[in-house]
């Protein structure tokens, strides 16, 4: 898994090149705790290139959407596959996070 | 897809969660070399990843080094994965996963991935012998999607908000 920033405004991008499993699930909580904990806390989780998220990688999701709650900040998540949408659905967890189709739909929600 | 006749391939592990990445690559370049659909490897290898998990995590009681024995073939139009260890009997057909109701502070993750499991996988089998656990999975292999057809190049779906 690779893990890209970049800086919107002041929104973080995160974007995921690959999968998000048991091995590389700690970097990505890493990553998320990180950014929270400086105080960038309006971020967006790109998920274009994730090929697919195992429960450890839901686990660190929720884990960073509770920080950004805690920080008064904001995470959101966009561009998911079907396929990565579905392992949502199937946690019961689509409703637990924002959502958007593209990043430049997160972008404009977050401004 | 290409011609699978006789295509197997397998692998040993140890009981380490670093081991697991091997059994990553492993599927991935299974799923290359056979072209198969990788929805259907991607559904197999996050599987394989929440059976192994659990069982290096929870399986074993000793501190000894163990293996466990992944096989990948295709049978009949579906990708199969057989895994072999020696850790505590477990079925991962009987666990049930209950999410607690409420927002994201009262939300659990466990027993999670085996909800995945049986609901990826098109058929689970699991036998207990001779003090191993083996477990099958079974996954369809659909016929590729024509370039440009995935459903997440278009961004599909609409906005959610959470609840």
Redesign the interface.
Known sequence: MKIAEEQAGGITVVAIDG?I???TAKSLEEKLTGLFKSGRNRVIVDC?QL??????G??VL?LA??LA?KSQGKLAL????????R?FD?????????????RE?GLA?LA | MRSTANAKASLCIGNAIAEMSKVADFVESFGVTHRLPSAAVNDMNLCLDELLNNTITYGYADDVAHSIAVSLTVERGRLVAELADDARPFDPRRSRFRPRAGGRGRRRIGKLGLRFVNALMDNVDYLRSDDYNLVRLEKMLQPAAPAGAAAGEAGSGSATEPG
Do not use: H, W
């Open positions: 999968r499993d048991s091995n274009k090929a697919y998220i195992t429960s450890a839901l686990r929720l959407a509770k709650d966009c561009s998911m596959s079907v396929e990565v949408r392992v199937l946690g019961e967890m689509s409703d637990l996070f924002a959502i958007y189709p593209s739909e929600k």
